[in-house]
T-cell receptor, first 112, second 116 residues
Framework: NAGVTQTPKFQVLKTGQSMTLQCAQDMNHEYMSWYRQDPGMGLRLIHYSVGAGITDQGEVPNGYNVSRSTTEDFPLRLLSAAPSQTSVYFC???????????FGPGTRLTVL | AQKITQTQPGMFVQEKEAVTLDCTYDTSDPSYGLFWYKQPSSGEMIFLIYQGSYDQQNATEGRYSLNFQKARKSANLVISASQLGDSAMYFCAMRVLSYNTDKLIFGTGTRLQVFP
């Protein structure tokens, strides 16, 4: 099993550009989520999904879109990048509520 | 509102000593889970330990134990016999599952430094 994979590992964007961060898992997990990590802020939940076709907002959803067309994939779209979206982005997945979250390696995004 | 609070931005401990990292949580949901994760300087998130809200006994995993005090809404992590490799950021997290939501929220973390 590859676990949770994220691409790209690094990305630099200009203000106003759009892009999609990819996340995939091969563990057949129903629950997937996206977090951003900023210094001193911990991890903040952006969007999450409890299964294919079902998504919901987390703490900081503005400026981001998600969709879940398959169990395996949960892409995060930045609609119009802003410098405030410079951060490290983590995707995670898990099975039942008492299971650990498996994290991807993260994507370091810089918006100029 | 659901919230995780970690009040210790940084902690120091000498090698082989025990250390407690504090975590308090706030939720009105009766069913929730509490997690601790370790993030070394390399950046990956490493799961350490889990405690369910209905668990009667404190969770333990090797050198890690979770001091769960439900009435006080605290879930402190105790690391026994600290090692130099324990130096990292530590995050407390809470997963809340109710009829219309399933969220995992994190605290701001505690940076632990272990010195010889």
């Amino acid at each position: 099993n590859a676990g949770v994979t994220q691409t790209p590992k690094f990305q630099v964007l200009k203000t106003g550009q759009s892009m999609t961060l990819q996340c995939a898992q091969d563990m057949n997990h129903e629950y997937m989520s996206w977090y951003r990590q900023d210094p001193g802020m911990g991890l903040r939940l952006i969007h999450y999904s409890v299964g294919a076709g079902i998504t919901d907002q987390g703490e900081v959803p503005n400026g981001y879109n998600v969709s879940r067309s398959t169990t395996e994939d949960f892409p995060l779209r930045l609609l119009s990048a802003a410098p405030s979206q410079t951060s490290v982005y983590f995707c995670a997945s898990s099975g039942t509520v008492d299971n650990e979250q498996f994290f991807g390696p993260g994507t370091r995004l810089t918006v100029l | 509102a659901q919230k995780i609070t970690q009040t210790q931005p940084g902690m120091f401990v000498q090698e082989k000593e025990a250390v407690t990292l504090d975590c308090t949580y706030d939720t009105s949901d009766p069913s929730y889970g509490l997690f601790w994760y370790k993030q070394p300087s390399s950046g990956e998130m490493i799961f350490l330990i889990y405690q369910g809200s209905y668990d009667q006994q404190n969770a333990t995993e090797g050198r890690y134990s979770l001091n769960f005090q439900k009435a006080r809404k605290s879930a402190n992590l105790v690391i026994s016999a600290s090692q130099l490799g324990d130096s990292a950021m530590y995050f407390c997290a809470m997963r809340v599952l109710s009829y219309n939501t399933d969220k995992l929220i994190f605290g701001t973390g505690t940076r632990l430094q272990v010195f010889p």
